[in-house]
């Protein structure tokens, strides 16, 4: 099981993104030295995120978006500040646990549909993370290029955005390890 399985559920497979970000992660880590394929070549015979996107997929994940901005409208309530602060302190005693075993553990933001990403909550949400795990204590990736990142459901970017994010973290990971 990969590191990052065992301690942070995100990262579980069943959770594409994320298992898309890992496998650039391990590719990187061994140190592939094959000449990576354009995306276009990459992406033989899967859809492109517009056809991902339409007919009934579209209609489900647009509920789906609707009810998320609905829901994270209101401000965060104080049972959801606690166990924001309840969780920063189980992963802050993960991340110890971490790099006392000699790993170097980087947070970053994943992004997500801009139209939830810009509701009162999930900015709350990000402010409060900021203040937990400050830059000063903590490694963080700065957020990637402004865009307009596609998701099926709000959360999880498509195959082709997850892995326009993979290669944004490939490249930091680069610059990180080359330091």
Known sequence: MHPFRRYFPSFKEEYKPSTQIILKFDELRHKFKKTPQPLEQQNDGEKTDSQQLSGEHNSLGDKLISQLIQNNSKPLSDEGKRLLNQEAQYIKSQISRLERDGTHVILFNVPGDHRIENTLAVKQSKLLMKELFPPKSFNWISDPPTKEWLTGDGAHLTALDARVYADF???????????
Do not use: R, T
């Not at 973290?169 to 330091?179: I, N, P, T």
């Open 169 to 179: 973290l490939k490249g930091y990971l680069k610059s990180y390890m080359q330091l």
